[in-house]
């Protein structure tokens, strides 16, 4: 079955509720069990779909890990109440004190920041790794490396990482490889079929697709489904059932939100590259961004993000040019129905490699590709006036 097809599947109601096209909304915390032995039942099959307790989740919960589960190709899905809570609980599950891992440098921010002040609390160990490192990730294996942590595209540099060749070395060390997908949405990228072991979203973005909630998922391989489940659990992580309705709402239209939000980026992203102000274009399909052979090789297709470098401006000039945006709201996520713009500066976030000077992402919403254009002229003329 193909992807757009298994999107449309996954999940649906009817196993639960038959007849239903989507899964009810079940608001539980007891469950109560006709007999004690009934209950001890339930207890025996916790990890399996059986009504346990709230915590262990209701139809809503499984109707959206199975409809995970099936896009990223795994063995099963623990569901959070954010990204990064899916992050953190997958990393905290294949880590004990004293064991050391390999992060990539172009990582989501508050992950970063979970390593270097709660795992750096447990002494756990972080050592960053330039992105596009591959294979030679070998050279800085240790015997106490437990987890290689990689994030392709980074969600505001966009270096694209060999998957196979990193999962190849850790593997060959004995070392688990976590993957935060979340920028690729599990349409464009089948990590754990490139030899990742667990794949993490923060479902908040492309899945939920309506900026409305926030939601995280892990999938796993059946190697490692057990001890991702485990962690979940013994760390107390549940889902809310409406944020689960509202994710398996916006899973129904990924794809064709996907398309054209990638093909509105990259439409932007070309515009946006014949302009005089502008220094790079940081966009995985554009040929001379870092990775995109690697990206050509294992990708489906592109999300709607992308960042541009400027080749001068002040801080009031880039500001000038944002405020005045009429379809460009500024502010944090992506991956709702509209467009998004979001100023950074890497710099201050990068040990293993250098970046240097602020950037700007953009994130293509559904509106008419047309007025974003206008729109984006519209801002240069602001940033030039106020140089
Ligand atoms: C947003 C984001 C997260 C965190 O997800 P939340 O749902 O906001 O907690 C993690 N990783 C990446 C790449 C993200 O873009």
Redesign the pocket.
């Known amino acids: 079955m193909k992807k757009p097809t298994r999107i449309v599947q996954s999940g649906r109601g009817g196993k639960y509720a038959p007849g239903m096209i989507n899964v009810p909304v079940y608001h539980a915390s007891t469950i109560v069990f006709p007999t004690v032995a009934e209950l001890r039942q339930a207890v025996a099959r916790r990890n399996a779909q059986v009504l346990y307790y709230g915590r262990r989740g209701t139809p809503t919960q499984w109707a959206l890990a199975d409809a995970i589960t099936d896009l990223e190709g795994g063995a099963g899905c623990v569901l959070y109440g ?4 899916a ?1 953190t609980a997958s990393i905290l599950a294949f880590v004990k004190t004293g064991d050391h891992l390999l992060m990539t440098d172009s990582v ?1 921010e ?2 970063r920041a979970f390593c270097d002040n709660v795992l750096k609390g447990l002494g756990i160990e972080t050592t960053y790794y330039d992105p596009l490192l591959g294979g030679a990730i070998a050279g800085l294996m240790r015997p106490n490396t437990t987890i290689v942590f990689t ?1 392709s595209p980074g ?1 505001l540099t966009f270096e694209i990482q060999d998957i196979p060749a990193i999962a190849a070395a850790a593997h060959a060390a004995g070392a688990v490889v976590l993957n ?1 997908n ?2 690729a949405s599990p349409l464009n990228l089948r990590v754990l079929d490139l030899g990742a072991d667990v794949a993490i979203h ?1 479902l ?2 492309y899945v939920v697709g309506h900026s409305d909630a ?1 939601l ?1 998922a892990a999938v796993a391989n059946q190697a490692n489904l057990a001890r991702l489940q485990r962690g979940g659990y013994l760390h107390g992580h549940a889902a809310s059932p409406d944020d689960c309705y509202l994710a398996l709402r916006g899973l129904r239209t990924l794809e064709p939100r996907m398309k054209q939000g990638g093909a509105t980026a990259l439409r932007l992203a070309n515009w946006l590259k014949q302009r005089p102000e502008v220094d790079r274009v940081l966009h995985p399909a554009l040929p001379d961004c870092p990775g995109h052979d690697i990206w050509r090789r294992d990708f489906t297709g592109t999300s709607s993000l992308f960042s541009i470098v400027l080749k001068h401006g002040s801080d009031a000039a880039i500001s000038a040019m944002l405020d005045g945006y009429r379809h460009f709201g500024i502010g944090f ?1 992506y991956g709702g129905f509209e467009s998004l713009v979001l100023p950074s500066n890497p710099s201050g976030v990068r040990t293993a490699t250098t970046w240097t000077g602020p950037l700007i992402r953009f994130h293509a919403g559904l509106e008419d590709p047309d007025d974003l254009i206008a729109d984006l002229e519209a801002g240069l003329e602001r940033f030039n006036a106020a140089l």
Not at 82 to 85: F, R
């Open positions: 954010s990204g990064l809570a992050i989501y508050p992950t994030e969600s935060d979340t920028c923060s908040t973005k926030m995280g996520s």
